[in-house]
């Protein structure tokens, strides 16, 4: 086996244990909680099923693959729920780290390439990298809903917080963001989640 073939396969494993990272998350109708490929996978196909609804045209392959690699540092920095203010402080310290491991496994080419798709998400500034934003906000929406909310209500996340990490949904998809709006309206009124 090549130098070249032998990197890319230990970059596949390496991935493989974004299986094990569980997210605050739980699968829709109070299913088990969610892990990062889960997550990542669904962003994906929503990004490719919901790509009409962006703001701007965008390279629906680049998004797709925005998602997929988006959550990759956490199989060395861990899931930061959205939530946990302690934790967001640390994080983008313990994601750089991980991405240098993690993407160091790959060859030059490879690794330049999937850093800049990381890098074009987190600095959240394209096209696409908002459309991605959009989905990875509104994929755990749409579960927590289906689930009555009682993911905000496990961790006592208020609507104000929740509306504070939704508003980026809206430099994505004005009219996602509607449809937002109008979950969380909906999970207001029930007393699923607390103003």
């Known amino acids: 086996m090549d ?4 990197k ?4 596949i494993l390496e991935i493989d244990k974004e299986k094990n990272i569980l997210r605050q998350t739980h699968l829709s109708g109070h299913g088990r909680r969610e892990n990062d ?4 996978w669904h962003m994906a196909v929503m990004a490719y099923l919901l790509r009409e609804y962006s703001n701007e045209p965008v390279d ?3 998004v797709m693959l925005m998602c997929l690699l988006h959550d990759v540092v956490e199989i060395d920095a861990g899931d930061t729920y959205a939530y946990d203010t302690a934790g967001l402080q640390t994080q983008k310290a313990r994601e750089e780290a991980a ?3 993690i993407y160091s496994l790959l060859p030059d080419d490879q690794k330049r390439a999937l850093m800049a798709v990381f890098d074009e998400f987190e600095a959240d500034e394209t096209a696409e990298a908002h459309f991605a934003h959009a989905m990875d906000n509104l ?3 749409l579960l927590n809903n289906s689930n009555g909310g009682s993911d905000w209500a496990e961790h006592d996340v208020t609507a104000e917080k929740v ?3 939704q508003r980026r949904t809206e ?3 004005a009219y996602l963001y509607q449809l937002t709006d109008q979950i969380l309206q909906e999970n207001i009124k029930k007393g699923a989640l607390k103003k």
């Open 8 to 11: 890319q396969l230990d970059f």
């Open 99 to 101: 991405k240098e491991r």
């Open 60 to 62: 629906v392959a680049r």
């Open 171 to 173: 430099k994505g998809s």
């Open 37 to 40: 490929a889960e997550h990542a």
């Open 163 to 165: 509306y504070g990490r």
């Open 3 to 6: 130098e070249r073939l032998r």
């Open 139 to 141: 994929q755990p929406l």
